[in-house]
């Protein structure tokens, strides 16, 4: 099955009215925190197990995109293949690896937060996935372009802070408990949120060695959720503990 193209013109304009939602609800999360971990409440509806929740919501990213590409995998370049591949090590961590190796034993995720995420995954793979097979044309030079290799370091230097800094926080928890500590030491020195942080240059450098619209469009997404989440998690960890270092920032070394 071989999907037709919209004209690139529409697409660019589903992608920037994508990216004005981003602004908006960069905006929104600025006042409502999203409640999931510690910012959990029953006030929010039906909720099911958090690791449930994890492996269901970010699978979608990755089942989109397989919906589109798997169809028309012949006309994938090895650039494109290559692109594919990194976003599918983040997803593989994130769907199947991640929510089983967390310490929330009997902790709960909204329903809401799940179908949310669900919807931000389906549009990001979506996007990506019909960018590559109708609209992707990266002349054979690219691999070895500046800007690949220049995105790639900044994208496993980010996967690396990220799969660190959750790692850290995972086993601040013996698997049996749920209480929080102050997490201190390497990046936590700086920041309140290194695992955020480390996501956040992720999608960045991946942005730019895709430089596609899509691409850049889910690193504003990624930055329109991590800053005001890590934003509400210091805030958080100052409420929660009155010797909580004092010279921290929030996701950005010395700036937020
Ligand atoms: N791309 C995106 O748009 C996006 C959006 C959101 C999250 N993410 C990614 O998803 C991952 C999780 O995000 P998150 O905001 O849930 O991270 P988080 O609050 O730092 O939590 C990560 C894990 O560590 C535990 N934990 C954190 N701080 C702790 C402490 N001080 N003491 C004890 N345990 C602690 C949490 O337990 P609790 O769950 O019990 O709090 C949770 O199991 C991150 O890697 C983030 O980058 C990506």
Redesign the pocket.
Known sequence: MTTVAIPFTRYKELICAWIVLAIIIFLVLLKITAP???HSSARWGPAIS?KLGWAVMESAAVIMLFVFIIPNWGMLSSTDLVMIALFCLHYFNRTFVFPFR???KG?KMPMLVMCSGILFNIINGSSLGYYFVHYAHYGGGWLTSFRFIAGSLLFFVGLYI?WKA?NL??H??KPNE?H????RGWLFRYIS?P??FG?LIEWFGFAVLCWNLPAWAFFL??AA??IP?AIA?HKWYKARFNNYPSNRSAIIPFLI
């Open positions: 999931y971990g510690r958090n967390l310490h929330t902790k990220n959750d926080l995972i601040l928890r749920t929080y500590i102050i997490p949120c695992n955020l996501e997404w990624t959720n991590l989440r998690h």
